[in-house]
């Protein structure tokens, strides 16, 4: 099989290298990929953006007889490129537009989850500041003031206080800063509890969850600063049970599918539940409609089946006929970032050691923002390198990780030097 990879991060890398260990693939492409995946797929010079972007692919994978087609990112999800490969007879493994939703629209996918009795925190919709001021005056803090659309995980505040709550209500309904993402808010309860991603492989009506993970979103040590796309992740969660994973099916993901297929919205594809586990019981804090990135780098390599078996399934709506195994270890995944992200940062700035980090057995090297400049490999985005581990525990895992994260240099590196470390001491409690 050929198959195409859409996206340029270490999520899209992580999806080439298990690709790559199919029994059923002869060549991968990625656009338009980066420095890393190139050494596993063939790239392609297609770059989202233009008007032409869905049209672009489709008539790259027409010419190029690609059989199936795989999205990494959200956003041309929520451009509806599954409707459109779709409606040219041509495979592709992701939600529909109107699914597509669920994610691009959180006023929508709190809606939903109403209709739907699945928990999540109380919230309150507002088309217009003054509404929403005359709200927090008169509400408990803290709240949690959230963006309606796509707004690269950014779109989120943490409200201790009124002036803060009011700061953010004119950041995004006056400010605009995020556009017209930010036309309408929500405004929730805060909770409290421990974060744990959970994904789930789904044909649109059966869902079969992966190892969980757990991410890391702020930007520095001791979750201090502001939020990013994501500084390190491992897997799988060590309070996980069974138990668990019967409350989510039970709960949150068949309700769901039941939801969605109500409404005709056609969901194939990876469904992301970012969850809470409060002391009021687990609360779905937002769906994410693709594998999360860095929640992917520490999820896959656990994976012990085919990936495409997995998705050929999904689209052929035939789930339940294949059992998905997984690896009894850990993984955790250190992303090194270029200083200043996420804000503004430097780059094409050299890296070196990747080669001799990579040769630790069990390191696996993910390229984020890297680019190929004269022959060398330079940083191209704020967050550049994801380095993962696999060990029997965590620890090992960790341990190995930051060894190869001492070899790796590029001006002003950042890693957060905490990643897993509450899951460690807790599992050792
Ligand atoms: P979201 O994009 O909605 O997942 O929000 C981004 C991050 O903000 C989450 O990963 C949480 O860390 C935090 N967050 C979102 N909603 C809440 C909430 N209701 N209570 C506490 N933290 C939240
Ligand atoms: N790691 C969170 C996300 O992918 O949205």
Not at 44 to 72: A, H, M, W
Not at 84 to 111: H, M, N, T
Not at 227 to 251: F, V
Not at 254 to 262: F, K, M, N, S
Request: hydrophobic share 40%.
């Amino acid at each position: 099989m050929k198959i195409l990879v859409i996206g340029s991060g270490g999520r899209e890398h992580a999806i080439c290298w298990k690709l790559k260990q199919s029994k059923l693939v002869d060549t991968i492409y990625c656009a338009p990929g980066n420095a890393g995946i190139e050494q596993v797929a063939e790239c392609i010079p297609i770059i989202p953006g233009s008007s032409e972007y869905i049209q672009r692919l489709i008539y790259f994978v027409k010419n190029n007889k690609i059989d199936l087609t795989v999205v990494g990112s959200e956003s041309p999800l929520a451009d509806g490129i599954v409707d459109y490969f779709q409606e040219a007879d041509l495979k592709i493994f992701g939600p529909s537009k109107d699914a597509a939703i669920l994610e691009a629209s959180k006023v929508f996918a709190k809606r939903f989850m109403s209709r739907n009795s699945i928990p999540t925190a109380k919230f309150q919709v507002f088309k217009d500041a003054q509404g929403a001021v005359e709200y927090v005056r008169n509400t408990h803090m803290p709240v949690v003031i959230k963006a309606d659309g796509l707004a690269a995980g950014k779109g989120v505040i943490i409200c201790s206080c009124v002036e803060e709550a009011v700061a953010a209500i004119n950041k995004i309904m006056v400010e605009h800063s995020f556009g017209e993402a930010g036309a309408q808010i929500i405004i929730e309860e805060c909770l409290i509890g421990e974060e744990v991603s959970v994904l789930a492989f789904t044909d649109g009506e059966r869902a079969v969850q992966m190892v969980s993970a757990q991410d890391h979103k702020r930007v520095f040590d001791h979750d201090i600063g502001p939020n990013t796309g994501g500084m390190g992740a491992y897997a799988p969660y060590p309070r996980w049970t069974p138990q668990l994973y019967d409350l989510i099916q039970k709960d949150i993901l068949e309700p769901t599918l039941r939801g969605l297929q109500e409404e005709g919205r056609k969901y194939i594809g990876v469904m992301y539940l970012g969850l809470m586990l409060t002391p009021g019981g687990i609360k779905v804090l937002e769906y994410n409609i693709r594998f999360g990135d860095p929640e992917c780098q520490v999820i896959l390599p656990l994976l012990d089946t085919d990936l495409v078996d997995i998705m050929l399934a999904c689209i052929e709506h035939r789930l339940h006929e294949i059992t998905i195994k997984w690896k009894q270890a850990s993984s955790l995944c250190v992303v090194m970032t270029s200083d200043g992200y996420p804000a503004s940062y430097k780059k094409n700035l050299q890296i070196t050691g990747l080669d001799e980090a990579e040769s630790i057995k069990s390191v696996i090297i993910f390229h984020a923002g890297t680019d190929m400049k004269d022959g060398q490999i330079v940083t191209s985005g704020g967050r550049v390198i994801n380095v993962v581990a696999c060990g029997e525990d965590l620890l090992k895992a960790k341990n190995l990780a930051y060894k190869a994260v001492n070899l790796i240099h590029f001006e002003d590196a950042h890693v957060r030097k905490d990643i897993g470390d509450r899951a460690i001491r807790n599992s050792e409690d």
